[in-house]
């Protein structure tokens, strides 16, 4: 949804932050897969189905990222990496806070990321939902109609 905003050395660093995120908890679930693919296609990176080589050091990859609003779009997309399963797990959150107090950001607005991102993963899905019942409904008018 953002990434298309950064730089081409923090699109690489969100991709790192990514995998980390998806991975913290000790597994990549199909959701967290798909949204990796969408996010690498958004950014023009292509597509993995591995984690990078990336950085050991979460401090120094973190530090990479000077600019305000890339770290801030950058906490917003992790922030969904780590709701997209709908299971917002401990170490996740502990991943996603670390990286925040990193960049030095206040509580208050750590857990208006994490709201927003809990807000964007549920309207995802019922838009999907949406889609869905638009779908079966147009296909049974056209049923209907006899195919027009």
Do not use: H
């Amino acid at each position: 949804m953002f990434l298309g905003d950064l730089g081409e050395e923090e699109k690489r660093t969100f991709l790192i932050l990514a995998w980390k995120m998806v991975s913290a908890d000790g597994r990549v679930t199909n959701e967290e897969r798909e949204m990796l693919q969408d996010a690498q296609e958004e950014m023009g990176l292509g597509t993995a189905d591995e984690s990078p080589d990336c950085l050991d050091d979460l401090n120094e990859c973190c530090k990479s990222v000077t600019s305000s609003k890339a770290r801030a779009l950058m906490l917003l997309e992790l922030a969904s990496f780590a709701f997209v399963d709908r299971d917002y797990d401990v170490r996740e959150r502990e991943l996603l806070r670390t990286v925040a107090e990193i960049w030095r950001l206040d509580e208050i607005s750590v857990v208006r990321v994490e709201e927003w991102a809990r807000k964007r993963v549920e309207l995802a899905t019922e838009a999907a939902e949406v889609v869905q019942e638009v779908e079966m409904s147009l296909l049974s008018r056209q049923d209907d109609l006899g195919g027009q």
